[in-house]
């Protein structure tokens, strides 16, 4: 189970560090794309679609789980040890999968914040001048009221007693 746990978390970043690396640059895809496609069907050199960068979930998960055959049909040559189960694998696949992701979500996020920039900078000063101009108006409004206040003169009124006594009730 913890052997299983670290190679989860191990193929998250690994699954991270793919993505990051396909999306500055695709030559490994091109090349086979160069290789498996007629002059007419190749991707164009503006195209940055790569083998987990702007992929669909399908063909990103053919991808990973061939990449990860491939290792371990590699590992098993090489030692002779039967380390590669299929939990592993499973977890291999699983894991560079939400890594990669999570790469993508991490991008996106980066590449709205980068646009909103100037326009969060704009509406946060628009937002001090209203505060400005909201402060100016109450300020103003309370000067009126006092000149107000200062300007009617109280008229003499009865108590409340005399006036019970008006209306006859003592």
């Not at 669909?56 to 002779?80: E, G, K, Q």
């Amino acid at each position: 189970m913890t052997l299983e746990l670290i190679i989860f978390i191990a193929s998250i970043v690994f699954g991270i560090i793919l993505y990051w690396r396909e999306s500055q640059g695709n030559s490994f895809y091109r090349f086979f794309n160069k290789l498996m496609n007629s002059k007419e069907l190749q991707m164009k050199a503006t195209d940055k679609k790569g083998f987990f960068y702007q992929q669909s979930f399908l063909l990103r998960l053919v991808f990973i789980m061939s990449f990860f055959l491939i290792v371990i049909l590699i590992t098993r040559f090489l030692i002779p040890i039967d380390l590669a189960t299929i939990s592993l694998f499973s977890s291999m696949i699983f894991g560079t999968l939400i890594g990669t992701y999570f790469a993508g979500f991490i991008f996106k996020s980066s590449e709205i914040i980068e646009e909103q920039t100037d326009s969060l900078e704009d509406k946060f000063q628009e937002v001090i001048e209203k505060g400005k101009d909201f402060m100016e108006d109450l300020q103003s409004k309370e000067i009126e009221n006092k000149e107000v206040k200062k300007e009617v003169p109280k008229t003499e009124e009865k108590s409340a007693r005399e006036r019970l006594k008006d209306k006859g009730l003592l």
